[in-house]
């Protein structure tokens, strides 16, 4: 049994919610593309093109994955910035931007998108793709992400959440708690509250996917 503390407190033996999802994406990651590759097809519908056209200058990706956004990064990208938490995610993408002959500009690090380490109105654009669903304090992220924004800089989102049918948003429901525990995923989280919430202008929600449950936003720092 855990010893109460002397302020009576019995210190918390449970792992974090970090820690989870490090030992759960570093496991993911060598059958991660796969995975999602189907989910996409089958359920997703493809969105990195879309997103890699709205991206400009010095580009933040929040949980960066494996990298699978990288590719799609153009010539009006002038470098990209990529934080996940789990180190064989991480290496997965930079072996991808070594690849992609693109390294030079892209600098990916093991780090916790809740707590940037970054100044303030460092970015021109934040990206997040299928990372809302995970992160343990989803508007510290879009909290921080606002702070590292400049001024008219621009916020590129394409999440999961509840379907715009509820017949299936009630399915999902039945099933989100083994989501949350087994795979640190969030099924019914909308990510558009936590982007106002922080204080950005929400300029386009549109709903693709099977039944809506694709949540493809464009938000700005207003000036
Ligand atoms: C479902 S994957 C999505 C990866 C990638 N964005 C994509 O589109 O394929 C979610 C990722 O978010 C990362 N993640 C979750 N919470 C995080 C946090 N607080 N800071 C940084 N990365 C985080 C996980 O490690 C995982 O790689």
């Not at 030079?104 to 997040?128: E, F, I, K, M, N």
């Not at 879009?142 to 299936?168: F, I, K, N, Q, Y």
């Amino acid at each position: 049994m855990t010893a109460p503390t002397p302020g009576g407190r019995v210190p918390d033996a449970r792992i974090s919610a970090e820690q989870a999802i490090v030992h759960g994406f570093d496991h993911l990651a060598p059958h991660y593309d796969r995975m999602i590759g189907v989910i996409e097809r089958l359920a997703f519908g493809r969105h990195r093109g879309w997103v890699g056209a709205r991206a400009r200058g010095r580009v933040l990706e929040l949980g960066v994955g494996t990298g699978l956004n990288l590719p799609h990064y153009g010539a009006a990208v002038a470098e990209v910035i990529g934080l996940d938490l789990s180190g064989q995610m991480i290496a997965r993408a930079r072996a991808r931007a070594r690849d992609l002959g693109t390294a030079g500009r892209t600098d990916l690090q093991v780090g916790d998108v809740q707590r940037l380490d970054l100044p303030g109105s460092h970015v021109d654009t934040v990206v997040s793709t299928l990372t809302f669903c995970t992160i343990p304090d989803p508007q510290a992220a879009a909290d921080e992400s606002a702070r590292v924004l400049r001024p008219g800089g621009r916020m590129v989102l394409v999440e999961h959440g509840p379907s715009t049918r509820r017949w299936l948003t009630g399915a999902m429901a039945r099933v989100d708690p083994a989501f949350q525990r087994w795979a640190h995923d969030h099924l019914l989280r909308d990510p558009v509250p936590y982007v106002r919430r922080a204080g950005l202008v929400v300029d386009k929600v549109e709903r693709r996917g099977v039944g809506g449950v694709v949540f493809r936003v464009l938000a700005h720092r207003p000036h």
